[in-house]
């Protein structure tokens, strides 16, 4: 992951093409603890680092599950957003490849 200015963040995610679909999955890696895309119409759309210091004054509100926590403030606010991708088709893993995602940290007042 890197920064490429203070509100986007670059990261490096594996792209998954679905059998008779143009959609595709989008997967970060295993080892993305504390680490959320979040999608909008099915599209990465915003990133979440639960670590990072824009959400410091609110981390003791994402215990114990901050995936549940996203979805009643998402919910609060008439959000369309989601933790996961509604995606039908079969994944072709084998045609998956690494792809660069600029994303939007998630807004803090998304979460207030």
Do not use: A, C, H
Request: charge should be positive; proline fraction near 5%; glycine fraction near 4%.
């Amino acid at each position: 992951m890197q920064n490429s200015f203070p509100d986007k963040v670059i990261l490096n995610v594996r792209k998954i093409p679905l059998l008779l679909s143009k959609k595709n999955l989008y997967r970060m890696s295993d080892f993305s603890y504390g680490e959320w895309i979040l999608f909008e119409n099915g599209e990465p759309r915003y990133y979440l680092y639960v670590f990072d210091e824009l959400y410091s004054g609110i981390r003791d509100q994402f215990n114990p599950n901050v995936e549940t926590y996203l979805k009643k403030k998402f919910k609060e606010k008439g959000l369309t957003l989601s933790t996961r991708e509604v995606r039908f088709g079969i994944p072709l893993s084998s045609k998956s490849q690494i792809v660069e995602l600029s994303l939007e940290k998630l807004p803090l007042n998304f979460l207030l």
